[in-house]
């Protein structure tokens, strides 16, 4: 109905003049051409071949688990390659992956692997404790460029060993027992140390196929190609084309297959999130990497609506440097953040079910519960600020918001000038830089105020704190107090109890909001698309997907 | 000619050298470095990359090499795909990106040629206005608007074509094609158009019309030949925009062509891979440019006389 309506009124407009016949005649007959294909979708295809179309946002830069960063490169990898531990797709708790089990001595520190015995690499080769010895031998070596060495600091003597304190990797905590038996022993008790083990950056790789391409430390060999890796995951690298797909297959050597029921994951990088959605739309994809901020109103609306929102464990805040002199004083940063009305900011900026943050960590990290005071008062800002020496704004100079060019980062900062400007009568500018400019700009200092946004790594309080020490790399605030160091350094590593480490990790972090360096926004939540066919793909608060649980189901 | 043929081959060199020398001051002076990321990198990391990319040397010297490198056809390793060199990423791109603008140009030509003519036909008439007015509108309409309002209506609501790829599902290469090549049918047109009427006002058309020729013969015959001049001499370079500006259209269709890895390096502070998409589209719109003054100069007998007599 919609399509001849639309052709007779294509055709009554056109029809004045005698060339359009023309073009109308060309143009409809190329798509007659076009219409010779069946038009039968990947998401119809996939279904019934068991072929999972997945939007991965961009092209990797790299499959080596020992280079790469990146939530693209991790989904590609984490269906070519597996670590001790896998996790609960839904509670991300630690269950067995290519151990079959562990045991952890008595004071936290030494953890034993038991390999499974049907362990194998994707070729056939049997895999052992020594694979997992060497892979960390090479994780550790600093010309390998590995941004994700650090994961491997809660090891004996790791870190010591990648800073060069170390020479002799003998004195590195793992140790391979026997071929089946891995020995891990740890600098403190680290309960987050399972959680580790299901990050791309401890994977075990193929000693044999690295070596084959290249020296172990070399970066940018060829080994990750498709045809050349050997992997030991659920499936096995069958296609990379550049910029057009990455094709995985089900690997039949994987000691799991028999309950690995998708046959093929295809990764399409599709990076404007615009295209995306019309895939989607358009049937070509079964999951999408993220969904328009004004298309969330729309699908919202719809009953059963394809677009998942799960709440994702990671913080925007904004980081304030306090080494400008007027930003000094804790008085003024708590002003500043009490007047923010997160509420607003999420319900009518963001309206993508984000949490307004009062706290780093977001809460239910681990079962961890920040202790905060921190809430939208304007009242109490006020006297905070003439406390500071700026009675109703008098005098405060002119100050800067910094953000990394982006509508999204636009759009908050302008409603926070706006905060400012009515509940302080401060006023503030705003100003934007390209990505790499902002990043230098932060890293060196050169800012009063800037966004930020932290994704955690693991699941932990400990990842969201431990970048606020003095000097540290993510700090960038400039802020420093030994005391917090203490805490989240020597104090929390030692402790033997779940429940006491919790207490001081809420010490430390009521510490860091009362001298509030950084000004938590919201939590971030992940916004999907996904086709009802997709099963067993749960939500989680890493939004890690277990290829291996996922099966496609025909739809009516 | 062959004098020709050399010395604009010869004036191409500093051109290039110009190109290159520019490009690899201005991205390396540009703030922000190719492995700056969100989350801190050590400073050991940062130290073992810029050795191995030679970064830790001076600009000159990483200058002076560089140029070694290019001269034996080698543009480097990319930065920010380790793994990949710069000639691998250029080549799995280009022919991809060559095929949309080959047939963008066919799309171009086919409608801007035919409604240009038929426009000159009978000018300041309706089948005159009507095709100019669209063009105008097709000059002024950016592709990343078209492109969306022909995936909406022709992809998903008729459903008579894929919304995107390339290659992958039967018809995937239409709307790109014409979303990339009608605002250079529009130019054509409008370069046709001029060109034509043009020749039909001069005196050998009125010959052979007097002959008895048909109208059909008196254009294909005798005034398409000189009235498309203008249109072939724009064509060097509108292939080389095609192939250079199609970032848009690859973007929208998800195309893994060159364009979208041209404008992501930049982005990325990836040296190598900009330096080497550069000194190629520019050697490639040299050679264009180069072609569409031959054809043109085989085409237009004067301008044949002028090169052979010095």
């Given at each position: 109905m919609y399509k001849s309506l639309f052709s007779q009124t294509l055709n009554s407009a056109l029809?004045?003049?005698?060339?359009f016949f023309k073009y109308v005649i060309i143009i409809q007959a190329l798509f007659l051409l076009s219409s010779c294909g069946e038009n039968e979708t990947n998401v119809s295809k996939g279904n019934q071949s068991g072929t999972l179309y997945w939007g991965n946002g961009t092209e990797p830069q790299s499959l080596d688990p020992q280079i790469a960063t990146g939530v693209p490169e991790h989904h590609v990898i984490s269906t070519l390659m597996e670590g001790l531990v896998l996790k609960d797709r839904k509670t991300l708790q630690p269950r067995p992956g290519m151990a079959e089990s562990w045991e952890i001595s008595d004071d936290g520190r030494v953890y034993t692997f038991k390999i499974r015995n049907n362990a194998k690499w994707s070729n056939g080769d049997p895999l052992t404790a020594e694979d997992f010895v060497w892979s960390w031998w090479r994780a550790l070596q600093p010309a390998l460029g590995n941004l994700y060495a650090y994961m491997l600091f809660p090891i004996e003597n790791a870190q010591n060993y990648y800073e060069g304190?170390?020479?002799?990797?003998?004195?590195?905590?793992?140790?391979?027992?026997?071929?089946q038996t891995l020995e891990v022993t740890l600098n403190h008790p680290t309960p987050y140390f399972l959680q580790l083990l299901d990050h791309y950056s401890l994977f075990p790789v193929h000693k044999e196929t690295i070596e084959k391409f290249g020296s172990a430390d070399q970066r940018g060999t060829r080994w990750t190609y498709a045809g050349n890796l050997v992997g030991n995951g659920a499936f096995t690298l069958e296609e990379w084309e550049i910029n057009r797909k990455i094709v995985v297959k089900k690997n039949e050597n994987y000691w799991d297959a028999e309950n690995v029921r998708l046959n093929e994951v295809v990764f399409l990088p599709v990076e404007n999130v615009v295209t995306e959605e019309r895939m989607f739309r358009a049937g070509q994809l079964h999951v999408t990497a993220s969904l328009p901020a004004d298309k969330i109103a729309p699908y919202s609306e719809?009953?059963?609506?394809p677009m998942r929102i799960s709440p994702y464990l990671g913080t925007y805040f904004y980081r304030i440097n306090v080494d400008v002199p007027h930003l000094q004083d804790p008085k003024v940063r708590k002003a500043l953040a009490m007047s923010i009305d997160r509420k607003n900011i999420v319900e009518k900026i963001t309206k993508g079910g984000q949490i307004p943050a009062y706290a780093m960590t977001p809460p239910g990290t681990m079962g961890y519960y920040p202790k905060s005071d921190l809430r939208y008062d304007p009242e109490e800002a006020r006297k905070l600020l003439a406390e500071a020496g700026y009675p109703d704004g008098q005098g405060f100079p002119v100050t800067e918001i910094l953000y990394n060019t982006n509508e999204g980062h636009r759009k908050i900062a302008v409603a926070i000038q706006e905060m400012w400007k009515q509940n302080l009568n401060v006023d503030i500018q705003i100003l934007n830089q390209e990505w790499k400019v902002y990043l230098d700009s932060e890293s060196a200092g050169e800012y009063q105020i800037s966004r930020a946004g932290w994704i955690g790594d693991y699941v932990d309080p400990n990842n969201f704190l431990d970048m606020f020490i003095c000097n540290g790399g993510n700090n960038r605030t400039g802020w420093c107090n030994q005391e917090y160091d203490n805490l989240i350094l020597k104090v929390a590593p030692a402790v033997k109890s779940h429940e006491e480490r919790l207490e001081i990790f809420q010490t430390a972090e009521t510490m860091l909001l009362n001298d509030m360096p950084v000004i938590p926004i919201y939590t971030y939540t992940s916004i999907q698309l996904i086709d009802p066919s997709v099963k067993n793909f749960d939500s989680n608060i890493m939004n890690h997907a277990y290829y291996k649980d996922i099966y496609l189901e025909e739809q009516d | 000619m062959l004098k020709f043929l050399l010395s604009r081959i010869a004036q191409a060199i500093p051109v290039l050298l110009v190109v290159v020398t520019a490009t690899f001051f201005i991205v390396h002076a540009a703030p922000g470095g190719p492995f700056s990321a969100d989350k801190a990198v050590p400073p050991e990391v940062i130290e073992a990359l810029e050795a191995q990319y030679k970064l830790d040397q001076p600009v000159w010297r990483q200058y002076i090499s560089y140029l070694g490198d290019i001269l034996s056809g080698d543009f480097g390793p990319s930065f920010k795909y380790p793994g990949r060199s710069v000639n691998e990423l250029i080549m799995a791109g280009i022919p991809i990106t060559a095929e949309l603008a080959f047939y963008a140009m066919l799309v171009a030509l086919g409608l801007g040629v035919l409604s240009g003519v038929g426009a000159a036909m009978r000018p300041n008439t309706l089948q005159d206005y009507a095709p100019m007015t669209l063009a105008m509108i097709g000059i002024c309409m950016p592709s990343f608007l078209l492109g969306p309002l022909l995936v909406l209506v022709f992809g998903i609501e008729l459903e008579m074509v894929p919304v995107s790829g390339w290659g992958d599902i039967p018809g995937d290469k239409i709307l790109p094609s014409i979303t990339l090549g009608t605002g250079y049918a529009a130019y054509i047109a409008r370069l046709s158009r001029g060109g034509m009427l043009e020749i039909l006002s001069q005196d050998f058309i009125r010959t052979a019309r007097a002959k008895g020729l048909s109208e059909s013969t008196v254009i294909i015959k005798h005034a398409l030949k000189g009235g498309l001049i203008p249109v072939i001499a724009f064509l060097g370079p509108a292939f080389a925009g095609l192939l250079a500006g199609s970032f848009v259209v690859e973007t929208i269709f998800q195309i893994p062509g060159i364009g979208r890895f041209y404008v992501q390096a930049a982005f990325n502070r990836d040296y190598t891979l900009i330096l080497g998409m550069t000194i190629f589209l520019s050697t490639l719109i040299i050679i264009f440019n180069l072609i569409s003054d031959l054809i043109s100069i085989w085409l237009n007998p004067k301008l044949r006389d002028e090169i052979s007599n010095g």
């Open positions: 029809s004045c003049s005698k060339m304190v170390v020479s002799d990797f003998s004195q590195v905590g793992a140790r391979a027992l026997d071929d719809m009953s059963e609506s | -």
